[in-house]
């Protein structure tokens, strides 16, 4: 079946460091990719996404770019805050039945963000 | 204005009892999700409803009943609880479920069994 892996934390920068966070998928087809963030004590919220090869998610200064090639939809971001000190799941959209789609999440990687 | 509601927030009882939760949203989607967060963080979908109407239904125990009332409504009613239902359980909701809808979560409700 289709999977998202995605590197294991936990992740800890000092603020204005760079931040990647690896994902890669496997899927038959051609999937949308999703990164969503977890806040503490919070259920997840959409970050950014992308629906086809080569398109470029971005949002809050972080940006994702959906590479075929190399089923890759790493995330990345200039320079982290101490505010985006957080889990963040990657995730591909999967058939779940008929023409009904479903999120496939990876394991979701814990980043703190240290001022 | 909340979103994606569920009730209750924490939920603790005994091994074997019966427990609800309910969910609300105000979205004016048409499709509804539950899933299943362990201790690890690890997501998995359980059931989804579109239209009220059961469309996805992962390998589930059958202790774990839904149940739609209307489109915005959706509800997970859980018998016989186990120690292994420890976890927080998310509601969320799309407009669709076509491949490219983003989904709302709630914020999710603590199930812990004693």
């Known amino acids: 079946g289709n999977s998202v892996t995605q590197m294991e934390g936990p992740v800890t920068l000092s603020e204005e460091a760079f931040l990647t966070i690896n994902c890669t998928y496997t899927a038959t087809g051609y999937p949308s990719l999703f990164w969503y963030v977890q806040y503490p004590g919070e259920g997840l919220q959409l970050l950014l996404k992308?629906?086809?090869?080569?398109d470029k998610g971005s949002n809050k200064g972080f940006e994702a770019t959906y590479r075929k090639e190399t089923t890759s939809f790493h995330l990345e971001k200039g320079s982290v805050q101490v505010s985006d000190s957080a889990v963040y799941f990657c995730a591909l959209s999967d058939r779940g039945g008929g023409s009904n789609y479903k999120l496939t999440f990876g394991k979701g990687t814990l980043l703190t963000v240290n001022p | 204005d909340t979103a994606v509601s569920q009730t209750p927030k924490y939920l603790v009882t005994q091994m074997g009892n019966d427990k609800s939760i309910k969910c609300e949203q105000n979205?004016?989607?048409?499709?509804m999700y539950w899933y299943k967060q362990d201790s690890k963080k690890f997501l998995k979908i359980m059931f989804s409803y579109n239209n009220k109407e059961l469309i996805i239904n992962e390998t589930v125990p059958n202790r774990f009943s839904p149940k739609s009332p209307d489109k915005a409504h959706l509800n997970l009613h859980i018998n016989s609880l186990e120690l292994g239902d420890s976890a927080v359980y998310f509601c969320a909701s799309s407009q669709g479920s076509a491949f490219n809808q983003p989904q709302h979560f709630g914020d999710g409700t603590r199930l812990s069994i004693l």
């Open positions: 979205l004016g989607h048409d499709t």
């Open positions: 992308a629906t086809k090869a080569d």
